[in-house]
Every structure is written in C-alpha cells, then in structure tokens.
C-alpha cells in the first residue's frame, strides 16, 4: 500500500496542493447541488407533501435524485439578461466576487488531522476576511444594476451582514481565548478529550450567538429580508437570470455549508469522535476522522432548512434590534465571564 502513494508523496506540493484544491472544489459544487434537493425534501415532510420526485431514482430508490443536475441544465440554457442601464463590468463581476469568498474558505478548513489544503497560523483572521469580502458582491450586484429594488436589497444586506459580523467576530473571540490559538486545526484539537471539552460546553451563550449570527450573514429565514420577496420583489438579485443568478445561489448555499462546518470545528470538535475518552482507543466509535465532521455539518445544515420552515420573517427593524442590541451585548458580558473562569482556573482553564 505504501508503494501506491510513493508517486503522491514525492509530487511537489504546489501540485498535490492544486490536486486538492480541485477535489474539494467539485466536492463542494456537487454538495450545493444536493443540499437543495435536501432542502425541498425536507421541507416537503414537514409539510407533509413530496418534495421532488420526477426526475431519476436508482431502482425505485431516492426519487428526484437527479433533480439538482435538472436545474442546473434549466439554468444554463436561460438567457442571460443584461439590463440596458446597468454598469455592465460590476454587474457582470459581482457574482464571482460573492462566489469566490465563499468557496475560498475552504482553503483553511480542516478535513482531518491530517487533510488540509493550507494549514496556516492566522487561519480564523483569513476566514474572517473573506467573509467579509463577500458583502462586496451583494452590494456590487445591487448598485450595478441600475434598479431601486435592488439597490434596496444590497443596502439591507449590508447593514445585516455588518450587525451580525461583530458579534460572530466576538464569538469566536471566545474561542480563541479558549483555544489559544488562530490556527483551526490547533482549535480543534484543543477540544480532544469526548464532548465534555468541546467548547460548546463551556462557552454555550456564544455558540448560540455564533449560530444565529451564521443564519443571518448567509441571508438565510427568518433573516431574509435582503431578498424579501413580499416587498423588494426579489433583493440584490433581482436583475440576475440563467448562470448569472445561478452564481448567486451556489455561493449562499456554499455559504450555508461553511457556516455549518465551522460550527462544528469551534464548537463541536471538528473530526473529533464524541466518544474520545470515553470508549478505548482502539475502538470504531472513538476514531476520529472526517466522518465525524460530516455528520455534525449535516445536522447544522439541516437545522437551517429547519428553522426556514419553522420561523417566519422577521421585520428588519426586529433583525437589527437583535444584532445589535441582545447578541452584541450577549458576547460581550460572555468573553467577561471567561475572562473569569481563566483568571480563577475553572472548567478546561483549570491550573
């Protein structure tokens, strides 16, 4: 088996890096496209109708698997519309801006102990950037289209993702202090020993806070007014048909996607087995790996297709109320009390 993976090894490692970078990238672009048929799933069993269920099934199994590259065949060969009035340079660049960020964080995340793409100190700082890029391609796609509703949507969504993004920064303030680290997988493992020292324990208030922040910053409900369909026809995106809009779609489910995954890597130990220290070592449910990091990203993500069928919209005065006004503040009196528990040497901090 060795000799198998001599080649790989002794390949540069720009190249294997490269190698990587397109593996999670198709990775990626092929779980988007399941995530929404999962989405309409299960939001057609929680309202008690079938979702999708036309297009190919494996011998009378999944139904409508094939479903998503249906979709994507519609919106490639839907003409793509460039209003007369627009700047056509930034309507045109806008999409790839908010797609890019998206997918770019996938660069610093850790797969494994032993799988990521680039494996740097700052990695919570270049995760924080490019998040923060992503707000530009909203508000390019809002502005360059010439439309008052779209430019409506852009100018919601960037007051929104500014609001949010403190406290999520503040959040994972927490968890550095925690970790001592900005490194991702040091972050991880500095949660190994089961569950009672995942940081969700410790630092519950912003866990919370981080997940409602994630469900805000992704645009998604009962955070939706960027798009809210009720008043401003359809948000930034208003102008935007065929691939165009496709972009736009894929980044936000990319984005639901890395929320989700970070989720578990701050809070929930990343790969790390729930039964590490429970179980003996050499036991199945006690190995870590990347199977671990994909069951916890799928409960987050399903939890976002969840609260969309549970929670109305909220008005935008409420979303900014609550930004600014509770989660802000929550951080806040948090970080103090683990100030505290560092100081006294409580829970994980104990000397």
């Not at 989720?263 to 190995?287: I, N, R």
């Not at 990091?293 to 409420?318: E, G, N, S, V």
Request: charged share 15%; glycine share 8%.
């Amino acid at each position: 088996m060795a000799d198998l993976f001599t080649p790989w090894v002794s390949l540069p490692e720009y190249v294997r890096a490269t190698v990587w970078i397109l593996i999670v990238t198709v990775a990626l672009i092929l779980s988007v496209a399941f995530t929404t048929l999962w989405e309409r799933k299960v939001l057609g069993w929680i309202q008690l109708r079938k979702g999708p269920n036309r297009v190919g099934s494996f011998f009378g199994l999944f139904p409508g698997i094939f479903q998503p590259f249906a979709d994507v065949i519609k919106l490639l060969l839907k003409e793509v519309v460039v209003p007369s009035a627009s700047s056509k340079g930034l309507y045109r660049i806008a999409p790839a801006i908010t797609l890019i960020s998206a997918f770019a964080a996938w660069a610093v995340m850790p797969l494994d102990p032993n799988l990521v793409i680039a494996d740097i100190d700052a990695g919570l700082l270049y995760l924080l950037s490019l998040t923060s890029v992503g707000v530009y391609g909203v508000i390019l796609a809002g502005w360059a289209t010439n439309s008052k509703y779209a430019f409506l949507g852009a100018m919601r969504s960037a007051a929104q993702v500014v609001a949010y993004e403190i406290a999520m920064g503040f959040a994972l303030v927490g968890v550095v202090m925690a970790a001592g680290t900005l490194n991702l997988g040091d972050i991880v493992r500095a949660q190994e020993g089961g569950m009672g020292n995942w940081f969700f324990t410790w630092l519950f208030p912003l866990f919370l806070v981080y997940v409602i922040a994630g469900v805000a910053e992704t645009n998604r409900a009962p955070f939706d007014v960027a798009e809210g369909e009720s008043e401003i026809v359809a948000g930034f995106h208003v102008e935007y048909s065929g691939i165009a809009f496709a972009l736009f779609f894929l980044a936000e489910y990319a984005n639901m996607i890395l929320i989700s995954a970070l989720t578990a890597v701050f809070f929930l130990g990343g790969w790390l087995s729930p039964f590490d220290g429970v179980l003996v070592a050499d036991h199945p449910l006690a190995a870590s790996g990347f199977h671990w990091l994909f069951l916890k990203l799928f409960f987050f993500l399903t939890c976002f297709i969840w609260y969309r069928a549970t929670f109305p919209r909220y008005r935008y005065d409420q979303i900014m109320r609550l930004g600014w006004k509770v989660l802000i503040p929550v951080t806040l009196v948090w970080i103090l009390v683990e100030v505290l528990l560092v100081w006294f040497g409580v829970g994980p901090w104990r000397k």
